[in-house]
């Protein structure tokens, strides 16, 4: 946790004293920009297209400079001036022009455009929602929630929607059990928890507020909300790491080879973003967009196995919770409803082992399905 942690002071030194490029010299002015990072070493090409021998007009150029073009994020006059843009520009347009530089890369990033990339998160975006909403209607059902609907209609529908949604904020969003049970297991929770929805947060507020994804300022709410939110959930998964090393009841016997790719698969994220954002404040140009795709691709990777993992109790347990909450109430209403709560989601399937053993002991033979319905 230690080392983590000074990795991390290390990383955000370096971030804050790293400054933006002025002050370019006419001579190799495209080495000395970020430039080179997508458009290659010699301008002939990387993950953006080749510069040099270009064919923009200088306005144009500048235009592009300032408010980018797919996955290009715009560059603002803070960070490039005017004059340093044309250095550039005289630079690029003097280059020699080498066709067996071109790069494979730059077949690669011609695929990854805005348009492309959009298509690919809502594809993956779309197999995890399917798979998470499988997930809950299994639980659900388990619950035998269906069978309260004559009473939730003698109870009220509306006043049960109240009881969900104030179960859902303050027993999911705010874990309250949690809180009640142990204030530092709380914390530990609370890192991954509310740093992966402030991760999310500022993603949705980049999309509205910097759709061009032009470099921010540090002092800037937009960047702070994010590297404030991953540093929580780096520190997060080390305590995860942790607890699976020393925990000797940590696997739950069905999902635990899932759980480790899982907890990898958000530390590259996360380390991935923050690399990122301090690459591109150093002199390190070449490594920006590589890392940016690598980071891409573990984010993808993470959406696709999240429903698969210990880790959908994220959103199985509040709702669990909410319908346990909804029970109770209409229990405590005078309203018959034939049984008290479901189980916990982290017990069935334990239980579930427990009866096909009992069933395979007594008959000699495993059982070709067993379903649990949970009674007073």
Known sequence: MRKLISILGLLILIVTISGSQTDLKKKDAFESSSCMGCHGMTAMGGLGPPLAQ??????????????????????PVEQLSNEDAKTIYDDVKARPWNEEQIPLAFKVGSMLTTKNVAKIFLAVSLFSFIFVIRGIAYWVKLAGFKYMKPALRRFGY?????????SLIFDGLFVGSLWRKSKHLWAMHGLMLYGMIGLATADILMQIFNPTRADLALSNPLKILPI?????????VAYV????????????GLTLGRDYLFVFL????????????????????????????????????????APFTRFQHAWIVPIMVSLTKVTEAVTASGVEIG?????????????????EDVVARVYDEPAKEITIRYYP
């Not at 991953?230 to 997060?236: E, Q, R």
């Open 339 to 355: 049984f008290l709560r479901e189980p916990s989601p982290g017990r069935h399937h334990k239980s579930l082992r427990i009866a």
């Open 158 to 166: 509306g006043k049960a929607l109240g009881v969900a949604l104030k």
């Open 266 to 305: 958000l530390f590259q994220t996360v380390l991935s973003g923050i690399l990122t954002l301090v690459i591109n404040r150093t002199t390190a140009f070449g490594w920006v967009m590589p890392i940016y795709i690598y980071h891409l691709a573990f984010v993808c990777a993470l959406m696709i196995s």
């Open 241 to 252: 790491m942790k607890r699976y090393k020393t925990d000797e009841y940590i696997d739950n």
């Open 54 to 75: 270009t064919k923009l007009e200088q306005i144009e150029f500048l235009n592009t400079v300032r408010n980018g073009k797919g996955m290009m994020p715009g560059t």
């Open 228 to 236: 404030f939110a991953g540093v929580m959930v780096l520190i997060g």
